[in-house]
């Protein structure tokens, strides 16, 4: 069994990273019983060489028997607060983002791929043999129409054209009422 959030603290705050270096729950509790039994004199020499052989299992040892000595109790509060404070802040659901809208020219470009699709042009009924191919038809037809410029009512090109003529409605052509002359007159 991992360790809780708060041991991972308190571990911590005696400087150990139990989440950089991880020791099991069972090494440190093996540790720990190996601590009681070196309490006796002769035997406290093998516990400071396991110390020394390995720092990090002594230290998470030590740690671990002032927790349960209730020596980290003045500590727990406001770790558990602060885990808890993260805790709140990492479960709050993000602000929901409104989905991005479709411009009508991609709408327009899979108007067309369809029209494609369902046409004879590149290749038969419902398949494309040559995807790449129709997908630059269909872009150019839609690209031109965007513009206004004119496109071709027959081929491939037409049937693209009657499919997405719709999202892009003809403009008409401005027309300037009061034109005026200029006369420029140059002294000799």
Known sequence: MAFSNLEKALLLKLGIDVARNPVSRAAVKTAVSMIGRQAVAPTARVGLGLARRNPLAATGLAGLAAYEAGLLDQFEQP????????DEVVVQAPERRRKKRRTKFNQAVSMGMKAVKNSTS???????NNAKKAFS?????A???NKGKKVSPKGPTGV?????????PKK???????K????ITVNR
């Open 137 to 141: 038809a269909v872009n150019k037809v």
């Open 160 to 168: 693209i054209k009657r499919a997405i003529s719709r999202f892009f």
């Open 180 to 183: 005026s002359k200029i006369n």
């Open 143 to 145: 690209s031109k129409l």
């Open 172 to 178: 008409k052509p401005v027309r300037r009422t009061g």
């Open 79 to 86: 770790f558990e607060q602060a885990v808890r404070a993260v």
């Open 122 to 128: 590149y290749g038969k009924k419902g398949t494309i």
